[in-house]
């Protein structure tokens, strides 16, 4: 598993997709980790970096999509080309993406792994739901992905035959997944303020057990745990 | 010397940044489980950051059974930090605790803002830890107290062996446009910046009320050299990093640097020879 690196890079560009931003960054060194896998993105004007998982990872550049929900992700959105911000990663656990039968199910901004898993992937059957038409366009950074707008539920575009989900979206959604598909890989999204283990801000709870997503998850019922996390191997791999 | 604050730095996902500092202090045991609170737990304000964790930690006997020797295996003297509910509650983890000779000292969080606070006075609680643990006890305090340097002396003379001067303070954020407190719990626990003023007249005054006999590690909002060593001037013996260590990992070894050379630009050969300074009333 690749170490996380914490390293300064410029904005290579941003566009818009809908609602949300694609914003991608120069890639230099940093690995790209595993689809799933996220980074902290330092805000400018913020003291809490965000959370952020891969969106495209393509040779000299890493994207992320973002949803301006709030005044960091605002500001995130409205980076301009050229201008410098800090990323520590990749974290966490990803998808295991060697399944045989996929399915990638993505909710609202959820939908932001699944370009990179799609084309890890070799792209696989993609069913992905929001809210609203404009949510949807986010739809185009995934090839043939099947799309419904609510009242339709993502969930019911899920065939009735064995797959292996992978799923990213929000808690209800993941929920509604897991009792429809208990062994599928879900994705889950917390305020966290290190992405390292230390804060305890991201704990969830699912089937009676806590979990610390970014060191246990993101992906739960994905990867098992590597831990630890920040040792002295990388230290030494960095000298 | 640069410690963590507690439940800033877990060491096992972490050690290397661990092992930057001169002493791990591990987050709070309780004797009991503890699945902490709601979330969200954390949200970011003005200047800082606020929590809401709960002091979520597995119990004194699973932290025994399984963290402590994953812990002893760093090879580096750590603390662990102690709560609970009641001073029987505290008692009960510093005697299993204190049985290790690998743990250094505990330190008593008496001051966590995020759980409904300890009944028991800070002085009860750390007698009742002193009769059974001979271990260097820290009391670790909170802001809010109207008299800092009283409960300080109170808690000294019932036998601790120094103090951690502060813990966050409480305080609220509200969303944007629902005006719903962020956090689960409602109110939390703030750190960060805004908190340095705090800590550093907690330190002065307890240095003040204890004339300088008991060590006392400072807290609170520290982010470089400077302002360790104004924690240091103001009566700390020692400094331990919070919220910074959350996005810079290098923050041990940085702060160390530039605290040995601020001290040195004003003529201390040592950090620790800048103790105190800030009460001599013809420095500088």
């Given at each position: 598993?690749?170490s ?40 400018p ?8 998982s891969?969106?495209l990872a393509?040779k000299d ?15 995130l ?15 966490g656990n990803g ?8 399915l990638l199910?993505?909710g609202g901004?959820?939908?932001a792994?699944?370009?990179y ?34 009242p ?30 208990p ?7 917390a ?17 009676g ?9 993101p ?14 191997e ?6 | ?11 096992l996902?972490?050690?290397r ?13 309780t004797?009991?489980p503890?699945?902490g ?19 979520q ?21 750590f ?6 509910a ?16 690998s743990v ?14 300890a ?7 750390v ?10 006890l ?23 062996s120094?103090l951690?001067?502060?813990n ?42 204890t ?11 520290v982010?470089?050299?400077?302002q ?5 001037a103001?009566g ?21 640097t530039e ?26």
């Amino acid at each position: 598993m690749a170490s996380p690196r914490r390293e300064q890079r410029r904005v290579g560009g941003s566009e818009r997709i809908g609602l949300y931003t694609l914003l991608r960054l120069e890639r230099g060194g940093l690995e790209a980790g595993l689809p799933g896998q996220f980074f902290m993105l330092d805000v400018p004007g913020h003291i809490m970096p965000r959370p952020f998982s891969i969106c495209l990872a393509e040779k000299d550049e890493l994207a992320f999509l973002i949803n301006p929900v709030g005044p960091a992700t605002r500001v995130l959105c409205e980076l301009e080309r050229g201008q410098k911000i800090g990323l520590f990663g990749p974290l966490g656990n990803g998808f295991r993406t060697d399944v045989k039968r996929p399915l990638l199910v993505g909710g609202g901004i959820g939908v932001a792994p699944f370009p990179y898993a799609a084309q890890v992937m070799g792209n696989p059957p993609v069913v992905l739901g929001f809210r609203t038409a404009r949510q949807a366009e986010a739809a185009q950074l995934v090839p043939k992905a099947e799309v419904c707008i609510e009242p339709q539920l993502v969930t019911e575009l899920i065939p009735g035959v064995p797959m292996d989900v992978l799923a990213c979206g929000p808690e209800p959604m993941l929920h509604a997944v897991h009792a429809l598909v208990p062994d599928a890989q879900l994705a889950w999204e917390a305020p966290m303020a290190c992405g390292f283990g230390a804060c305890y801000g991201c704990v969830v709870e699912l089937d009676g057990k806590s979990r610390r997503l970014c060191v246990e998850g993101p992906v739960l019922n994905g990867r098992p745990p590597a831990l630890p996390l920040i040792d002295d191997e990388e230290e030494e791999a960095e000298a | 010397m640069i410690l963590n604050a507690s439940g800033c730095l877990d060491a096992l996902t972490a050690p290397r940044v661990a092992r930057s500092l001169d002493i791990y202090v591990a987050k709070t045991i309780t004797p009991e489980p503890m699945s902490g609170n709601p979330q969200p737990r954390l949200a970011e304000t003005d200047f800082g950051l606020l929590n809401s964790i709960g002091l979520q930690n597995p119990g004194v006997e699973s932290f025994c059974a399984e963290i402590l020797p994953r812990l002893e295996e760093l090879g580096m003297p750590f603390w662990i930090s102690v709560g609970g509910a009641n001073a029987a509650d505290y008692a009960r983890v510093c005697e299993r605790i204190g049985e290790r000779e690998s743990v250094s000292a505990l330190e008593l969080n008496l001051s966590c803002p995020n759980v409904d606070p300890a009944a028991a006075g800070a002085a009860e609680i750390v007698a009742a830890c002193r009769a059974v643990s001979d271990k260097p006890l820290y009391a670790k305090l909170s802001p809010h107290l109207p008299d800092v340097a009283e409960v300080a002396t109170g808690v000294i003379e019932a036998g601790a062996s120094g103090l951690t001067l502060v813990n966050s303070l409480r305080g609220l954020v509200l969303d944007e446009w629902t005006l719903e407190p962020r956090l689960g719990r409602g109110v939390g626990g703030y750190s960060g910046a805004a908190m340095r003023p705090v800590a550093l007249a907690a330190v002065y005054l307890c240095y003040e009320a204890t004339k300088g006999a008991v060590p006392i590690v400072g807290v609170g909002g520290v982010q470089n050299g400077k302002q360790a060593l104004d924690l240091i001037a103001a009566g700390a013996s020692a400094v331990a990093l919070g919220s910074v260590l959350f996005g810079d990992l290098e923050a041990p070894e940085r702060v160390r640097t530039e605290l040995e050379q601020e001290a040195l630009a004003r003529g201390f050969e040592r950090p620790g020879e800048a103790r105190g300074a800030a009460h001599r009333p013809s420095a500088g």
